[in-house]
């Protein structure tokens, strides 16, 4: 495949400041590979990184951006074995070192070394060796490359259904987890609890989104209120009104969190799922956390393992993911989809190169 002198690209240069730039197509060294960026899905990360004009961990302005894709291997550096140029194929947006304490302990989300990977908001975008070899996956036959790139944000559910310890519950029949937040995370929390027989209930304050959870397997949908104090609520939609054995936060906002914690009845287990801004505080009833048992766990991205299970899963067309899909944007309009999330017009979109199709 010959590569092309220049590609667009959304140039993130601030804070809700894109730039849609020519700039060069990356050529690969030793051990690198160029994928062709078939399809991006937006998502509440790239939300937080163009409002906040960068992030502390994966990238600094001004960058191309965009970190859930898939497309197909359009050059391949020396030394690279195993890939052939026009292989469809999805990249983990993080590569693990494979050598520090955390990897050897199957923790490879908290690698001490732990590399990401931005630029999906582009043609093409460069993958470097540690991707290479880490963190490149075939897409199974008849997996559309829009589906396909939901696969790391599917990945740290997984990792996050992993934290839940479900089957610490498994005597009592299926898990009742409340799950708050019916954005994309929370949606696919659902949809990944319904399908492995669980009972979600999910609160969120849209009414839209919460038919959306149902259409994916929720249990129960429960209109709340903005801004917290939401416990007595949530917890009275339980079957028997006494809390549930999970909960999950999906918002990173710390007032659902303090709800979170106190939703879940004696000896259940709160996943604070959601990342809230730095510096960010939440009171804790510590009499209760004491005397009932309580697991409370942060749960942070996604492991190889994770990605490598979401990608199989979202190759079967029987899981339900596609209403998630709010529809499809180009490079050009990379702007108005972030906007269209912030303004909770759009769940999750699409974008494909110059144009749509």
């Known amino acids: 495949m010959t590569l092309p002198a220049t ?23 030793p051990g ?33 951006f965009g970190h859930e894709m898939a497309g197909r291997i359009a050059a391949l550096g020396e030394s690279v074995e195993g890939w052939r140029e026009g292989d469809a194929v999805v990249v983990s947006n993080s590569a693990p070192c494979g050598r520090c304490a955390m990897c050897r302990l199957g923790r490879e989300n908290l690698c001490e070394d732990l590399t990401y990977l ?10 470097p060796a540690r991707f290479v070899a880490r963190s490149l996956h075939a897409i199974p036959a008849g997996l559309d490359f829009g589906r396909a790139a939901m696969t790391e944000p599917l990945a740290c559910v997984l990792h996050g259904m992993a934290a839940c310890e479900l089957e610490r519950y498994a005597a009592l029949g299926p898990v009742e987890t409340v799950v708050f937040g019916a954005g994309p995370i929370g949606l696919l929390f659902v949809a990944a ?20 959870g149902r259409t994916l397997g929720a249990w129960r949908t429960l209109a709340i209120e903005r801004g917290g104090g939401q416990a007595e609520a949530v917890r009275a939609e339980t079957s028997d009104g006494a809390g549930a054995w999970v909960a999950v936060d999906a918002t990173g906002m710390p007032e659902v969190w303090a709800d979170a914690l ?40 996604h492991r190889p393992e994770t990605f490598r299970r979401a990608l ?45 199709g």
């Open 7 to 29: 590609m667009i690209g959304a140039v993130l240069t601030g804070p809700e400041a894109i730039e849609i730039r020519s700039v060069p197509v990356p050529r690969p060294g």
């Open 193 to 212: 609890l319904a399908a492995a027989g669980h009972r979600p209930i999910l609160a969120d304050p849209n009414p839209n989104r919460l038919e959306v």
């Open 262 to 301: 106190g939703v879940v009845r004696p000896g259940g287990l709160v996943n604070l799922f959601g990342g809230c801004a730095p510096g960010t505080t939440v009171p804790l009833d510590t009499h209760r956390v004491h005397y009932s048992e309580l697991t409370v766990k942060g749960v942070y991205h």
């Open 312 to 356: 199989a899963l979202l190759a079967d067309p029987a899981f339900p993911v596609d209403p998630i899909l709010s529809g499809e944007r180009t490079i050009p309009q990379v702007e108005e989809a972030l906007r269209a999330m912030m303004s909770k017009q759009a769940l999750k979109l699409v974008i494909r190169g110059a144009t749509t």
């Open 32 to 64: 690198e590979a160029v994928l062709k960026v078939e399809a991006a899905t937006t998502c509440g990360t790239d939300v937080k990184v163009f409002h906040r004009g960068g992030h502390p961990r994966m990238l600094k302005v001004p960058t191309l």
């Open 118 to 127: 931005n630029g999906a908001f582009a043609e093409y975008l460069h993958l």
